[in-house]
């Protein structure tokens, strides 16, 4: 089985796992509101997150262009940059999904 073919069988708990490590970055607070709702008018940071996460792993997936998987990426640092990240801190998740397990297991294989 290829890498590509692991990666898109374990979709759904990797982008979980992407999405739990993002949501620890916010405030103890304000973690248990982004899991419970995932509605646009709810939870607009916690819904535009993981629509991002995931349109940019199957981006990945399919071997898309930064043009296409751009908007995934601006809907999730724009909300960031209006928070209180710095600027490396609002694009951090990205590199967050490197030593998420299962993604680093299978990139060693």
């Not at 509101?33 to 399919?62: C, I, S, W």
């Not at 990240?85 to 998420?100: D, G, H, K, N, T």
Request: neutral net charge.
């Amino acid at each position: 089985m290829t890498l590509k073919e692991h990666l898109h069988e374990n979709r759904s708990g990797i982008v979980d796992q992407w999405f739990e490590t993002v949501v620890g970055t916010y405030q103890e607070e304000t973690r248990g509101p982004l899991r419970r709702q995932n509605a646009p008018f709810t939870n607009p940071v916690g819904f535009n997150t993981r629509e991002g996460l995931e349109g940019l792993f199957d981006g990945l997936l399919k071997g898309m262009m930064p043009s296409e998987t751009s908007r995934f990426l601006d809907g999730i640092v724009r909300i960031r940059a209006v928070q209180d990240f710095a600027p490396s801190e609002a694009v951090r998740f990205i590199f967050q999904l490197v030593p998420i397990q299962g993604v680093l297991r299978l990139m060693t294989c």
